[in-house]
């Protein structure tokens, strides 16, 4: 089970930090990924965190800005998004898998999803 916390509603420049707290997997080795999607937009993939070699992932829209991390005693992983923009407005999802997928970016790949939490980013 995956539950995402921590979206809402922030102004252009500022910062919101997501929360996935995952329960029910079989090893600790699991990985853990963001993804969003905007309303009219494809669901975007935008990082992850291997947590079998501490890995981490970003695609170029969340280098640089986006920071993901873990707390493996909280079973939790936080994606920590600053300098937010108003194209960050999304849905963002906590996505989980067994093992990292071939294709760490390819959201269909992840068996487990959480339920979403809303991020809006005002201009």
Excluded: H
């Amino acid at each position: 089970q995956l539950v995402e916390s921590g979206g809402g509603l922030v102004q252009t420049g500022g910062s919101l930090r997501l929360s996935c707290k995952a329960s029910g997997f079989t090893s600790d080795d699991y990985v853990i990924a963001w993804m969003r999607q905007a309303p009219g937009k494809e669901r975007d993939v935008i990082s992850c965190y291997s947590n079998s070699d501490g890995k981490k992932y970003y695609s170029d829209s969340a280098k640089g800005r986006f920071a993901i991390s873990r707390d493996n005693a909280k079973n939790t992983v936080y994606l920590q998004m600053n300098s937010l923009k108003p194209e960050d407005t999304a849905e963002y999802y906590c996505l989980g898998n067994d093992e990292l997928p071939v294709e760490w970016d390819d959201y269909l790949l992840y068996d487990y999803w959480g339920q979403g939490t809303q991020v809006t980013v005002s201009s």
